[in-house]
């Protein structure tokens, strides 16, 4: 299944390919030919695969955040006040390489009370700065038990944030909602009543990976 936020990108490079694949038929002979034709066949598959949406089994608990995204834990780690949640908490940070899937989904019941698009550079996603410093879109969500923050972040290679949340939406965890081109990163806030359930350099799937576990059940 591809997903519905890579339909134009994918349709704009498959017109690009053709265009390349016509031209290095009728222009050129040999050994171009032949790599031309190599190369634009990978960018396509490349981009077949980056865009695939598999489905995900979402756990049925309320008490639990799991992740927005695929990939490595960059991070798990104590944090100050955050804008949104409004004390101290914990912070993890999951690094989406451009072979991971890159469709993000919700992270927990709720209702969307802030949203946020920063402009910003383009550092390294797996720089601890780029929370701060990086493009991003910012969110969150008033659940039952609290306020969860969470982020998207572009890295060095990402330039395009996809989102369709709107403030006052009623959210339902591992539904989608969005996604990042071409390698990026999300960040997931809580206070610390909540229970980190992952650590650095683990793997997580989005909409199943339990990232954090309230004990108010």
């Avoid at 550079?121 to 929370?131: C, G, P, R, V």
């Avoid at 009543?193 to 108010?216: N, Q, R, Y």
């Amino acid at each position: 299944m591809i997903t519905k936020y890579g339909y134009s990108t994918l349709f704009t490079l498959l017109i690009i390919c053709i265009i390349i694949i016509t031209t290095g038929i009728f222009f050129t002979s040999g050994l171009l030919k032949i790599l031309i034709i190599i190369f634009s066949t990978f960018l396509v598959l490349f981009s077949l695969n980056f865009f695939r949406d598999p489905e995900r089994n979402t756990p049925q608990a309320d008490n639990i955040v799991v992740s927005p995204a695929d990939g490595r834990v960059l991070f798990v780690k104590k944090i100050n006040v955050n804008k949104y949640v409004n004390e101290e908490g914990t912070q993890i940070s999951i690094f989406m390489s451009p072979l991971n899937v890159h469709v993000n989904r919700i992270p927990i019941n709720g209702k969307i009370e802030f949203i946020e698009y920063i402009k910003g550079k383009y550092i390294a996603a797996f720089e601890d700065k780029a929370s701060e410093e990086n493009e991003r879109s910012e969110f969150g969500i008033k659940s039952k038990y609290g306020k969860v923050f969470f982020t998207q972040v572009a890295g060095f290679v990402a330039r395009r944030i996809v989102y369709t949340l709107k403030i006052g939406d009623d959210v339902t965890m591992g539904n989608r909602f969005g996604m990042i081109k071409f390698g990026s990163r999300v960040d997931v806030v809580v206070n610390n009543k909540w229970e980190a359930k992952v650590k650095k350099d683990d793997i997580v799937k989005a909409g199943e990976t339990i990232l954090f576990e309230h004990p108010g059940k």
